[in-house]
């Protein structure tokens, strides 16, 4: 890994912001949803969860997704609190806790428990914000689909996080922080 790819993974603000060419994304985002398969059964169209349900592999590194399994994915969020800012959501579009399958609830105990060990370990994260925000009124973005948040920690953070709060991450430092979850899964997996 190269100098530089620490730098974004470790310090994103720290480069100077990339002024988006926001046409573009926009269009690379409608190219990408044109080539959706049909939503799960009771998806919605503008749910970013629900496309990632079901967008082709060849999508995840686009859409931050660093893993998905049968019933649930785990993906980095774009508008991060802290970097390496993980959602962990069912495949589903679900909004209720009682919705969720005996599976479902394995998969995501699961997947929340290796994702902390592996930020602890990989990015030395020294403590996390671990949680769920249910319905709109308690801060859900996206109130129709459950997703639990991971927010890595370090000490100090807290200026940086307090001032910038909810930020749109610089895609570089998003898809290098990806990378090294998925590679990461692949070793172990060997
Ligand atoms: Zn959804």
Redesign the pocket.
């Known amino acids: 890994m190269t100098d530089h790819r620490m730098d974004i993974i470790w310090a994103p603000w720290r480069m100077a912001y990339i002024t988006g060419d926001h046409e573009k994304e926009k269009a690379e985002e409608a190219a990408r949803n044109a080539l959706l398969p049909p939503l799960l059964d009771g ?2 169209d503008d ?4 496309q990632a ?1 079901v967008c082709p592999q060849q999508q995840f590194p686009a859409r931050y997704i660093v893993h998905r399994s049968e019933s649930v994915m785990t993906l980095l969020n774009r508008y991060p609190y802290n970097n390496g800012h993980l959602l962990i959501a069912p495949r589903r ?1 679900i909004a209720n806790l009682s919705d969720l399958t005996i599976l479902e609830w394995e998969e995501i105990s699961r997947q929340l428990t290796r994702r902390v060990e592996q930020i602890r370990r990989l990015m030395n994260a020294e403590g996390f914000n671990v949680g769920l925000n249910l319905g709109r009124v308690a801060g859900a973005g ?1 109130p ?2 459950l997703h639990w948040h991971i927010v890595p920690r370090w000490n100090g953070d807290t200026n940086f996080v307090t001032t910038i709060g909810a930020m749109k991450a610089i895609p570089q430092s998003l898809e290098a922080v990806c990378e090294l979850l998925r590679q990461d899964d692949q070793s172990e997996m060997k």
């Open positions: 998806g919605k749910c970013f969860l629900c349900a579009h996206v129709g689909h």
